[in-house]
């Protein structure tokens, strides 16, 4: 059974730091590609960072450039998500994803709330 779980969200002040960790289980995790998502109330979800599949490529949204860094540990099956100075518009359910070719995989959320 694919499973994606999320944690680490929270609330925060503005500038402040969250890590959030997402555990794989149930499919072979050196073979996918990892990224976060987030969905703010009343928009689309958005792509905010990817990592290829030995960690050794990352992108990330324009909007977490600078701020956020995401890595993976393969030993583990675990992808991190690291979000230093926080904005408001940080807030949102942030989600897992998982992708090969036409497969993907996406745990159910964990929110961050960014609010002073």
């Known amino acids: 059974q694919v499973q994606l779980v999320e944690s680490g969200g929270g609330s925060v002040q503005p500038g402040g730091s969250l890590r959030l960790s997402c555990a794989a289980s149930?499919?072979?995790?050196?073979?996918?590609?990892m990224s976060w998502y987030r969905q703010a109330p009343g928009k689309e979800r958005e792509l905010v960072a990817s990592?290829?599949?030995?960690?050794?490529?990352?992108n990330y949204a324009y909007s977490a450039k600078g701020r956020f860094t995401m890595s993976r540990d393969n030993a583990k099956n675990l992808v991190y998500l690291q979000m230093n100075s926080l904005k408001l518009e940080d807030t949102a359910v942030y989600f897992c994803?998982?992708?090969?070719?036409?497969?993907?995989?996406w745990g159910q959320g964990t929110q961050v709330t960014v609010s002073s």
């Open positions: 149930g499919f072979i995790f050196t073979n996918y590609a």
């Open positions: 994803n998982a992708a090969r070719l036409n497969t993907n995989y």
């Open positions: 990592i290829s599949t030995t960690g050794g490529i990352t």
